[in-house]
């Protein structure tokens, strides 16, 4: 895991957050994303209700300091379909 750091921590392209809820205990993956002010952060949000991924859209832009973040629907990737989610 300490390689995967290293290469968020130095690499600066473009970048997509996928099933990662950057909670407490990932402010080390928090850290890495905002050592990179300059590159693009697309954010996957599973669409509950609207206050619900207007919350998240608000905790996220406030973590990482930015309101550019392009915010998408988990759902339309294929990661995100339902029959992939685990109950």
């Known amino acids: 895991m300490s390689f995967c750091l290293e290469r968020l921590r130095e690499d600066d392209r473009d970048l997509a957050v996928f099933g990662q809820a950057l909670g407490p205990s990932d402010q080390h993956l928090v ?10 952060v697309a954010y996957a949000v599973y669409p509950t209700t ?15 300091d930015r309101d550019d973040i392009a915010f998408f629907d988990s759902t339309t990737h ?10």
Do not use: S, T, Y
């Open 31 to 40: 850290d890495a994303i905002k050592q990179h002010p300059d590159r693009e």
């Open 50 to 64: 609207q206050l619900g991924v207007n919350a998240v859209r608000a905790a996220i832009e406030e973590l990482l």
């Open 78 to 87: 294929p990661l995100g379909v339902p029959a992939l989610h685990v109950p």
